[in-house]
């Protein structure tokens, strides 16, 4: 194993003196020696880590830009329907359109999750040989493929593989968990993280002010948003990614460059901790030593398998919660209101719903994520979505909530909430849950197996849910309520904690657990050398020997 210089005898001068610990300057001029747990994260906000952070909100930036309440569909839409109307009045037209174009748009809809399962599969394949940061610029290239092909695209097979360029953009940058993950100090992993539905939040409010801003350009708004995402957004990001962001240690020393994965972590910590930086990077060593030999198979084995399956039972949770109901069914539902009476600003107020959810749900994982726990706080908002499905999806099946306007407003706010509780747990807290629970060996596959699932889960349930009609909200609020119900419950007795903690003490959670404990812990061998001496006296006994 690659021996670091003086990390046997860490603390050690070369003539043998023992180095003092790295001081630091106290509040009443004295000094005071380190304490990992009780020091402030704010120091270890080094430039290398500003710079994974800005990526980060960056990409969460361009995937809500595209993803948002416009990106879905009414680009399609208006052009397959031939519309030079703008495009909050095709809103108004979503549940009178002919079965042909229902299904039209229902293709262009189910193309993106399937093209991003494909893309996460060649993630789970190669990423571990690209790397992090190869394949967030490989993602950014597509996506600005993608965003060409759809502003210059004349036909319907051009939308389609616009789309799909799309989805596969969207399922290689998801990656960016992995490298949050990876390039955070354990006790800031979950706020790292966090940035990326910061810029989700943003590039929502950005696409929505957009093209609300374009209207009057009728079918060429969304050429020209299109460009625009190209052009600004996906340009610099692969700039950035290419140019500015070192690749994650964790990835530089499973591909044996050891040198550069020091040198990346020195420069992600602060220089005062150096002694605890060596002492990091010695156990990543030995992390990474284990996963040489567990290459390939460790997913499957009985220590690993259960942090496999909860990865995929997450990966499925983000739907059963949610995640595609408050994309474009509630908006149907809104156009009945007699308050918005105007489709012209019916888009306007979908999309403040969404974006504000999603900077509202970015806050709640700031403040909590990792000072809550990922555990409690995934429970604590099963629980807040089973609160407001209850009431706001009441008030939308009885259409009690379109007949008065405190009623309206109460509506609007419980979806504005869904829409953060969404952001806070399924979209943040899940995929860094996922990240941190896998081994080094296999944490590229594992990953990009559960966003395979994810996308495949996505797509059928948008081609279920194409357009939801009052009549059937009311089987959907029930859905949402059981699986609530349901997921705050697993959530809690099957969800090891992960918050502020490095890959040892995950592990030691892990054994610990009264369920997943059973496969990790090793059988003793006390009860095996047992039988192995009884089984030497009994031969003893039978070949006469007293």
Known sequence: MHHLPGAGDAGCSRGGAPHAA???????????????????????????????????AAIGFLVGFTDGPGGA???????MLDLDTPFAHIRSRLLDMCDDTKRDVEIYLVIKPLAAALSALFTACAGRRLGRRRTMAIGCAVFIIASLTEAFSQTKAGLYLGRAF???????????YVGAVE?????????LAAFDQLGRGMGVLSQGLLLFGLQSQGRWA????????????????????????????ASLAQRGRLDEAREALQALRNPLYSRETEAEFQALLEE??????????????????????????????????????????????LYRSVFITSSDWIYLYYTLLMGGGSLIGAVVLLLWVDSLG???????????????????????VTQAGFRSLPAMATVIIGLALLTATHAAGPQGTMWTYISEIQPLADRSLVFGAAVCVNELAQAAVEAVLLITSCERAK??????????????????????????????????????????????????RQSRQWGAGSGARRRSSSSGVD
Not at 166 to 176: R, S, T, W
Not at 374 to 387: P, W
Request: hydrophobic share 50%.
């Open 183 to 191: 390039v955070a100090p354990k006790h800031n992993r979950g706020r």
């Open 374 to 396: 990922r555990r409690k706080l995934l429970v604590y908002l099963s629980l807040a979505n089973i609160l407001i499905v209850s009431i706001s999806g009441s008030m939308i």
């Open 73 to 79: 569909f009414l680009p399609a839409i208006g052009s």
């Open 166 to 176: 799309n989805g596969g953009a969207e399922g290689l940058l998801m990656c960016v």
């Open 288 to 333: 990474c030593a284990a996963s040489a030999k567990e290459q390939g198979r460790s997913a499957l084995s009985r220590r690993w398998l259960p942090r496999t399956l909860l990865a995929v039972f997450l990966a499925i949770s983000y739907n059963a919660l949610g995640g595609v109901l408050n994309k474009f069914n509630m908006p149907a539902m």
């Open 222 to 249: 969304w050429r020209l948003y299109n460009v625009f995402g190209a052009y600004v957004a996906g340009f610099l990001l692969l700039l950035l990614s290419c140019g500015g962001m070192a690749d994650t240690p």
């Open 22 to 56: 790295p001081m630091l300057p106290a509040a009443d001029g004295g000094v005071e020696g380190k304490d990992a747990e009780a020091r402030d994260h704010r120091e270890h906000a080094t430039p290398a880590l500003w710079v994974v952070v800005w990526i980060g």
């Open 475 to 524: 089987k959907l609020v029930t859905v949402l309520v059981i699986s609530n119900i349901l997921a705050a419950g697993l959530f809690w007795f099957l969800l090891p904690e992960t918050a502020r903690r490095d890959a040892a003490e995950i592990n030691a959670e892990f054994d610990a657990h009264w369920l997943w404990g059973r496969f990790t812990r090793k059988p003793p």
